[in-house]
């Protein structure tokens, strides 16, 4: 989806690197999420954000950092990285408006490799 | 641990077949979503049910959500090759904060 756009698409690292990824949207939404992939787990949640004052550590947040620049701007960083961070890295919005419903609006994915 | 546990972890049918996937959770929730996601892709969101709900439907696909045995099904009528794609179930739970809960997920496989 064009409206949540991820960058870089794949990367490449080494061991105790730190690295930054990136994540824009468009649609105006306040929530922002950041998910990892790994095969035959789904997804699961690293960080999340409200707002641009808000942020929430999710079910896997050690060894991850993010920023919330703006609203539309919500970065994901591996201080030190490590090679069983590889894996597939989404970031979504959503669009919940205070009731009870909440849809997420994926990225294309970023595809991280840690040797 | 995961709230959404997708059944069967992987199917194969042939073009034409209704595909059935089901998906179980472990706490009272608002309302369960599935979404699909194409391989290495981003999830597309497919249909919401509400937990007041019992069917919806939307297109191809009917959802069915029964809330005393925790569980929700996916059927994908008349299959097409393209329906080939990973599923999962999303559920937010009334304890929750509003955030979705993702399940291990369904991958199904359209067979020309």
Not at chain 1, 18 to 30: A, F, N, P, W, Y
Not at chain 2, 37 to 53: C, K, M, P, Y
């Amino acid at each position: 989806d064009a409206d949540v756009t991820q960058t870089p698409r794949n990367r490449i690292t080494k061991t105790g690197k730190r690295i930054m990824l990136e994540c824009s949207q468009t649609k105006g939404h306040d929530r922002m999420y950041w998910y990892r992939q790994d095969p035959g787990l789904g997804l699961r949640l690293i960080y999340y954000s409200f707002d641009v004052k808000d942020i929430n550590k999710g079910e896997i947040s050690d060894g991850y950092s993010v920023s919330r620049q703006a609203q539309a701007k919500f970065s994901l960083s591996l201080e030190s990285a490590i090679p069983n961070q590889t894996a597939l890295y989404f970031c979504a919005t959503s669009d919940f408006g205070g009731g009870t419903e909440e849809t997420q609006y994926f990225g294309p994915g970023t595809r991280l490799l840690v040797l | 641990s995961q709230q959404g546990e997708e059944d069967p972890q992987a199917l194969s049918i042939q073009e034409g077949e209704n595909a059935t996937m089901n998906c179980s959770y472990k706490t009272s929730i608002n309302n369960l979503q599935w979404y699909r996601q194409n391989s290495g892709r981003g999830l597309v969101h497919l249909i919401l049910i509400r937990s007041n709900e019992r069917e919806k439907h939307s297109g191809r696909l009917r959802v069915t959500l029964d809330t005393s045995k925790k569980s929700s099904s996916l059927l994908i009528t008349a299959s097409r090759a393209a329906d080939t794609a990973s599923y999962f179930c999303a559920t937010d739970a009334e304890d929750s904060s509003y955030k979705l809960i993702f399940g291990s997920g369904t991958r199904l496989l359209v067979r020309p």
